[in-house]
Nanobody
Framework: QLQLVESGGGLVQPGSSLKVSCAGS?????????IGWFRQRPGLGREGVAS????????YYTEAVKGRFTISTDNTKNAVYLQMNNLRPEDTATYYC??????????????????WGQGTQVTVSS
């Protein structure tokens, strides 16, 4: 199973920016995978945030983050990033990255992803 490790979470004020990272293991090529970012807010289920195919692109964003979040890849580091701008208190959540084999540009179902990282906490509060 693919190993993924998230990092970069933290406590920031509303309106601030934060970049979280998802690193694949060095011996695993992410080129064949769709990488998704998901979040779980307190008391709520896991929801899809953004996804991208590591080699083919095709970024997808859920409506709540469009225009504020940007997903990107770095094949030299075998990593996927989520740049989060203009953060709001409602963005507070544990953020997870996950790998699957099919990317969609219309939806981001958690069930399509079978390798998950351990999560990184993002807290937006004044």
């Amino acid at each position: 199973q693919l190993q993924l490790v998230e990092s970069g979470g933290g406590l920031v004020q509303p309106g601030s920016s934060l970049k979280v990272s998802c690193a694949g293991s060095k011996n695993e090529n992410l080129d064949y995978y769709c990488i998704g970012w998901f979040r779980q807010r307190p008391g709520l289920g896991r929801e899809g945030v953004a996804s991208i195919h590591f080699s083919r692109g095709m970024p997808y964003y859920t409506e709540a983050v469009k225009g504020r979040f940007t997903i990107s890849t770095d094949n030299t580091k075998n990593a996927v990033y989520l740049q989060m701008n203009n953060l709001r208190p409602e963005d507070t959540a544990t953020y997870y990255c996950a790998a699957g084999f099919a990317c969609s540009t219309v939806a981001l179902p958690a069930g399509a992803f079978n390798s998950w990282g351990q999560g990184t906490q993002v807290t937006v509060s004044s």
